[in-house]
């Protein structure tokens, strides 16, 4: 049984067919699923998702993409919303320097005060890191909290350095990938007891239905690349993500 640990149910393209999507995912043994907000109304629809289904889980928070305009009162909201009992971390946030839309400043200021709000709480956070991986790093040193580093596309030996801070790695689509040379060396050299698997479905469909809408089914691609780069039984790999996620997530 297998633990999608990030989905976007709540996007435009999953969420008004998201019981069929659901139910597929089902049928292909993924027991547990995280539905991932990034702004006020994702996260709200995480947290409906997440009371419809009890084998669903939700995150809440504000992403660097989406912080441009972000104030005081919509991360009141996001407190407020951390609070709900199906609520199991603080994400997605962190810093993106690909695009250039948001400030690195406001990002680092809307990140740092969502951080001190999961300690708060003691929620886990999810960590979105583009292009800034050393930044994040530093912040997340600084923070002493913990947590999972979403889609991780950054390079093995980062990822040991995040990993001797609290945080684990989770591993999406781009691990399928054939030309994916890093994401692979990552799941080769990351201990299985530090990996989470995840499609950050719609987006980053694996190997081999690339160019086709992801959904939270395909994680059984991702754990069946991981488990052929370790040498491991797939049913291993399924076993140990998923106790790594609850632990992560405070689930029994």
Known sequence: MYFNTHTHLNSEQLYSN?????????ENGVENMVVVGYDLDSSRKAIEIAHEYP?????????????????DEDLSEIEKMLQDPRVVALGEIGLDYYWDEVSHEKQKDIFTKQIEMAKKYQKPIVIHARDAYEDTYQILKQSAHYGIMHCYSGSAQMAKRYIDIGFEISLAGPVTFKNAKVPKEVA?????????????CPYLTPHPFRGKLNEPANVVYIAQEIAKLKNMEIEDVARITTFNAKKMFGIK
Do not use: W
């Not at 889980?57 to 441009?68: E, F, H, L, Q, R």
């Open 55 to 71: 084998f669903i889980y939700a995150t809440v928070g504000i992403s660097p993409n989406d912080c441009k305009d972000t104030t």
């Open 18 to 26: 998201r019981d069929d999507f659901i139910h597929c995912a089902l």
């Open 188 to 200: 080769q050299s990351v201990d299985i007891e530090h990996l989470m698997i995840e499609t950050d």
